[in-house]
Structure formats: C-alpha cells, structure tokens
C-alpha cells in the first residue's frame, strides 16, 4: 500500500509561481513513477507530467514543459512540482499518483487546488 499526500497549492495571481509537493509513504514502496495530474471545474482530469522514481526520466503535458518542473528528493521520498508563469487555464486540483510495474496509476492523493487568478 502506498500512501501520497499533496500540499503546497494555494492562490496565485497570473504569471507567479507554485510549488506542489507530493509525499510518498508506504512499507516496501515498489514504485516505478509519479504523475501529476489536475482537474479543472467542468474538465475531466488530464495529464500533467511524471518522474520516474529514480528521478532520471521526466515527462511532460506539451502546454506546461517549458513551465513546469518535476523533481524528486530521494531523502524525503517527495516528489515536487515547481510550476512557474502560471496561467489562468493552470487552475484545478493537482493529484499526484503513483504508478507500480503494472502500469496503471494505482494509488492517488486527495488532491490540492491550484487558482491562477487573471
């Protein structure tokens, strides 16, 4: 059982910066990556980005990779997303996810709220 817990979202006016951060919990954590995802009111959620859990390979949504950066901290076993120039269309509640071998995204966070104020 893995366990993930987001926080560090909040209120930004347009074009300020948010970092998220996703903390990882779990006994014999058998993880291969960790996504972001969001949801925007009236929106189904979509893919942000992902880190392998090594940290050597990132991925991200085409409209946030030059803005938005994924990381890990191998000591705290947290993964963070640094989002920079945020934009009105970047607001929505941010989950991180874990992915195991299997492939699917089995474990989630309950999610943070992102507002990008215009």
């Known amino acids: 059982q893995v366990q993930l817990v987001e926080s560090g979202g909040g209120l930004v006016q347009a074009g300020g910066s948010l970092r998220l951060s996703c903390a990882v919990s779990?006994?014999?954590?058998?993880?291969?990556?960790i996504g972001w995802f969001r949801q925007a009111p009236g929106k189904e959620r979509e893919f942000v980005g992902r880190?392998?859990?090594?940290?050597?390979?990132?991925r991200y949504l085409d409209s946030v990779k030059d803005r938005f950066t994924i990381s890990r901290d191998n000591a705290k076993n947290t993964v963070a997303l640094q989002m920079n120039r945020l934009k009105s269309e970047d607001t929505g509640v941010y989950y991180c996810?874990?992915?195991?071998?299997?492939?699917?995204?089995?474990?989630w966070g309950q999610g943070t709220q992102v507002t990008v104020s215009s």
């Open positions: 880190i392998t859990w090594s940290g050597d390979t990132t």
């Open positions: 779990g006994r014999n954590l058998k993880v291969y990556q």
């Open positions: 996810a874990a992915r195991d071998l299997s492939g699917s995204y089995k474990y």
